[in-house]
């Protein structure tokens, strides 16, 4: 079993194996970080799109109870998860099988990508909860609204927000 699930790390780019077997969780560089920016970039604009269409009264109560929990958490790797889990709660709104297999594919690499970032801005600023909070309130405004254009418009802005921070503060990759 440990050997699978070293193998499923693998494949889904989180784990790497040097030339005697061993393995290490995979750093991040400034490439990876692009490449993972653009795929988040095309997925959740459609998703953030789908969701302020088809989100349910229900969804909405599962969003804001998300947002209330990351304005309460007491660590970084706390706020976290809870940004991924808000981004998954906003795929379950757009419900759509097939994004929802692509987040699946990159969901590993995504979290580590959250993690990482959110990490290093954290020992720079230590504002990433508060920035989280309101970015996720924004987005989730939009969402309330129905307008699917803007809530694609707000996902893009969401997310460029990261890179800009992390172009602006010249990360040297992510780890």
Same mark, same amino acid.
């Given at each position: 079993?440990?050997?699978? $699930?070293?193998?499923?790390?693998?494949?889904?780019?989180?784990?790497?194996?040097?030339?005697?077997?061993?393995?290490?969780?995979?750093?991040?560089?400034?490439?990876?970080?692009?490449?993972?920016?653009?795929?988040?970039?095309?997925?959740?604009?459609?998703?953030?799109?789908? %969701? $302020?269409?088809?989100?349910?009264? #229900?969804?909405?109560?599962?969003?804001?109870?998300?947002?209330?929990?990351?304005?309460? %958490?007491?660590? +970084?790797?706390?706020?976290?998860?809870?940004?991924?889990?808000?981004?998954?709660?906003?795929?379950? %709104? $757009?419900?759509?099988?097939?994004?929802?297999?692509?987040?699946?594919?990159?969901?590993?690499? +995504?979290?580590?990508?959250?993690?990482?970032?959110?990490?290093? $801005?954290?020992?720079?600023? %230590?504002?990433?909860?508060?920035?989280?909070?309101?970015?996720?309130?924004?987005?989730?405004?939009?969402?309330?609204?129905?307008?699917?254009?803007? #809530? #694609?418009?707000?996902?893009?802005?969401?997310?460029?927000?990261?890179?800009?921070?992390?172009?602006?503060?010249?990360?040297?990759?992510?780890?």
């Amino acid at each position: 079993p440990v050997r699978e $699930a070293t193998l499923v790390l693998e494949r889904d780019g989180l784990l790497v194996f040097d030339e005697r077997g061993g393995c290490r969780v995979r750093s991040l560089d400034d490439r990876d970080f692009e490449e993972i920016y653009e795929i988040r970039l095309l997925l959740e604009c459609e998703v953030f799109r789908l %969701a $302020a269409i088809r989100r349910t009264d #229900a969804q909405i109560t599962l969003l804001e109870r998300n947002i209330a929990q990351m304005e309460r %958490a007491k660590s +970084i790797a706390k706020v976290s998860l809870l940004d991924i889990e808000f981004h998954e709660l906003m795929l379950q %709104a $757009a419900d759509n099988s097939r994004l929802t297999r692509l987040w699946e594919i990159m969901r590993g690499q +995504i979290q580590l990508f959250t993690a990482s970032l959110q990490r290093q $801005a954290n020992d720079l600023t %230590a504002d990433v909860r508060e920035t989280s909070v309101e970015g996720h309130r924004e987005c989730l405004s939009i969402i309330i609204s129905r307008d699917s254009e803007r #809530a #694609a418009d707000t996902a893009r802005l969401h997310l460029e927000t990261w890179r800009k921070w992390m172009l602006t503060n010249k990360c040297e990759g992510l780890r």
